[in-house]
Structures are given as C-alpha cells and as structure tokens.
C-alpha cells in the first residue's frame, strides 16, 4: 500500500496551521517521495487517484530499460509540476505512481486526474526518439474518517482496474456500483486464498459441429463456479482475479485434470479444446506440468486443442512460441481464439505454430445484414483453407446466421444455435448421439 492515512478527530475542516505531516524517502529512478506514512489532521475531504503508464512495458523492450528509466524520470517530473501545490504524489513500484489530495472542492479530484492523464498523453523525447505513452487513472475520495481512509487505496485501485480495462487512458472514479463489484470481488479473493474455490468449481462443455459430416467433433471445456453465497460468478470475473493472485496456474492444472476425465467417457473422434490463460504461457515448468497430466491421462495428446488468445501471446511473443512448440512436439493442437480482434493477428498466423483459428463472434451477429462482416468472414475461412488450418466460427445463435456462414464455406461452428454449454452428463448424452449418428 503507498500509504495509509490516520485520522486525528477534530472539528472543522483543514485551515492554514493545521498540522499535514508527511514521513518520506527518495526513489532513486525517478527522485520522487516513496512515501512509507502519511498522518492529516481530518480535512473535509481526502483523494487517492492511482495511476498507471499504459504502453511503458512496450518502450522497455523496444528502446530498452535504459530509456524506459528516463522516461519515467521524465514524467516524474511532468507529474510534479501538474500537482504541485495541489497533492503529494508518489511513486508506488513498476509504472505506477499515487497522488494525495486534501480539498473542500468536489470537482477537484477529477479535474486534477483528467490533467494527469493529458500531461502523460504528450510525447516524450528519449535518445533522439519520440515515445507516446498513455495513463489509465482511478480515484476514490472521502471525508477523513479513519474507516473511510483504511478502504481508500482499495477502491481507488478498483477503479484504476476498471478503468485500465473499459476505457484506457481516461480517469474513472470510484462509484457506489463499484462498491457493489469491489465486495463481490474481495470475496472472489477469499474464496481463492482459503481454497474454497476448489469445491465449487467445475466444467461446462459446449460442442463444435463439423457440418460437412453433420456431427459433433469437439467439445469446449468452459469453467463454472456456483458461489454458496454469490451464485453463478462468471469466468469474467473469476479468472482475472486467480491471474492477480498467482492461483492461475493451479487452477488451470485443476480443470484441465476434470477435463481429461470427462473426455475418456466420449467417442475417440471426439476432441477436447481446452483454454490456456497468458499466466499458463509463461512458465516452461507449468507447461511441462501440463504435459504430464495429458500423458497420463489416458486421452491421445491428439485429441486434444489448447486455446491460446492474442494478448496471451502479446504478453511475451517469444516464450509463448517456444511452450506452444513443446505442445506441438507432442500432438496437441493450438487454437488462437478471437481472431481477427487484435491488431497482430496476421503476424502470428505465422509465428505461432497453429493448427486452427477461432474467428470471434463479433464477426458473426447478424452476419446476414453486414457486407462487411460477410467480406471479412469469407477472406478469414478462405486464408485459413490455403495455409492448412482448420476454421472454427464462433458464436452462431441464429438460424440466418448459420445459413450465412454455411454460404460462406463455414465448416466447423460453434454457438447457441447448436447447443449451449452442456453439464458434464449431457454432454455425455450429446456425444452418443454423435457416436449413434456416425455409426448409422
């Protein structure tokens, strides 16, 4: 935490005098305060925004680190001069930096983090090249009472969260539905570190349908987690929080082992797509993990898809590539889901070693009313054709969306018009109706 704020009770708002102590030390990269405590006299009303560079891990390895220590010096600096007088600002570790601002004027907060956000928006010159970099801020604001203050870093980074993930580079303050979401998440978070996820969660399967053989020829293995006191909390909300915990990868071994399990029970033309999180292509050693728990599965490593997506890749191209291979090496195939969503996605088609590509159902709805869509969609299952990959469209829910794809040379489908993810038992159902269909 960059610092926590204890309230001295006293009546009144803050007035020239009053007593704003601060306890800091000097970061040696940027000479800002990293602050370890800070104590106000209560005031009438308390801010943190939290912000974060976004684009900083990309000047790092382009310019190397070298540039990207000079550029946070250099916006150390643009951050002093926009608050000074205003906040304390700090830098928290990494990309990140923390204001403090005491003031009676609501308006403040916001205005102070929407400039923040505009002096960072500015290019910066390092070694003769110009960098664009971004912020994403959030902020959460309080009257100074020792209760409030103890949960303002948390719902300030809360927001910041939001705010890196809806709408990048713009500031977001802390609202009374983010409280709502902030104590569904804390106890998202408890149920990960107790370990009580374990006995709730498990896995839905949603078929993939060949049409040209008018049968299944896989099943998507796709998580579930009924809360006791939450109810049904969505893979959206759930997953992200394992990544941030450092439980991703222990999960992933979890699901993948009750996937195996549940594949054994299908026709063997049947395979299993399983999705991998950026966290599970990080590591050499969880891959090998991986590995181990396919080969002693009983389940032919050809039967089975890993599910990669772009910003798994993105987050480092090269160790991806080299897990992906030892995947490869060993039957299994990779799958780049969403395709066609990111600005790389032809690139990887070529240094990634895929077998299929997934074309993302923004694609696809009402695909029968979109000339766009229908060029897209015919380009993307013709390119696929020519280099030896398999195409999987996605998210068909109609009958007019279905028939489109089937014009446009759409082989292998998936979506709500076939089936919705089945329970481990009906999906057992659905496949002998496959093996019944195959054998007649």
């Known amino acids: 935490m960059f610092v926590h704020v204890s309230a001295l009770q006293r009546g009144g708002s803050l007035r020239e005098g009053d007593k704003v102590s601060f306890e800091i030390g000097q970061d040696q990269r940027t000479g800002k305060s990293k602050a370890e405590s800070v104590s106000v006299i209560r005031g009438t009303c308390g801010l943190r925004p939290v912000q974060r560079v976004d684009g900083f891990k990309p000047v790092n390895d382009v310019h190397g680190h070298k540039a990207g220590d000079e550029l946070l010096s250099q916006l150390a600096s643009r951050l002093a001069r926009t608050s000074h007088g205003r906040a304390l600002v700090a830098r928290l570790g990494g990309d990140e930096f923390a204001f403090l601002l005491q003031t009676a004027d609501p308006a403040a907060p916001k205005k102070l983090a929407e400039e923040i956000c505009g002096v960072c928006r500015e290019p910066f010159v390092i070694a003769d090249a110009m960098i664009e970099v ?106 992200p929080v394992a990544e941030r915990l450092g439980h991703i ?7 993948l ?86 600005y790389s996605s032809l690139m990887h088609l070529h240094s990634m070693p895929l077998t299929k590509i997934k ?51 759409g082989r292998f489908i998936q979506g709500y018009h076939i089936s919705r993810p089945l329970t481990a038992a009906d999906a057992r159902a659905f496949a002998e109706g496959a093996r019944a269909s195959l054998a007649s």
């Open 257 to 342: 082992s009750m996937a195996l399990q549940e594949a054994r029970f299908w026709p063997h033309h049947i395979r299993l797509s399983f999705n991998l999180s950026a966290r599970d292509l990080s590591s050499s050693d969880h891959a090998m993990r991986l590995l181990a728990l396919i080969a002693n599965s009983g389940i032919e490593p050809s039967r089975i898809d890993l599910e990669i997506t772009e910003t798994a890749i993105l987050t480092d191209l090269e160790r991806a590539r080299v897990i992906a291979d030892a995947f490869r090496s060993a039957g299994i195939g990779i799958s780049l889901d969403d395709f066609g969503t990111g």
């Open 359 to 409: 074309i993302d159902r923004s694609f696809v709805t009402n695909i029968e009313d979109d000339p766009a869509s229908v060029k897209i969609v015919r380009s993307l299952i013709r390119m696929a054709d020519d280099m030896g990959l398999d195409c999987i469209v996605e998210g068909i829910e109609t009958k007019a969306e279905m028939a489109t794809i089937c014009d446009l040379g």
């Open 249 to 255: 990868k222990q999960l992933t071994r979890t699901l």
């Open 134 to 239: 971004g912020a994403s801020i959030g902020f959460a604001s309080s009257a100074l009472s020792h209760e409030e203050m103890t949960r303002l870093y948390d719902q300030a980074d809360f927001a910041l969260y939001q705010a890196k993930r809806n709408a990048p580079g713009t500031a977001l303050a802390f609202s009374p539905e983010h409280h709502h979401s902030l104590s569904r998440l804390t106890v998202i978070e408890h149920a990960f570190r107790d370990g009580s996820v374990n006995q709730h969660i498990s896995l839905a399967f949603q078929p993939i349908f060949d049409v040209a053989n008018n049968t299944v020829t896989a099943f998507e293995a796709l998580a579930r987690w009924h809360h006791p006191v939450l109810g049904p909390v969505s893979p959206a909300e759930f997953i």
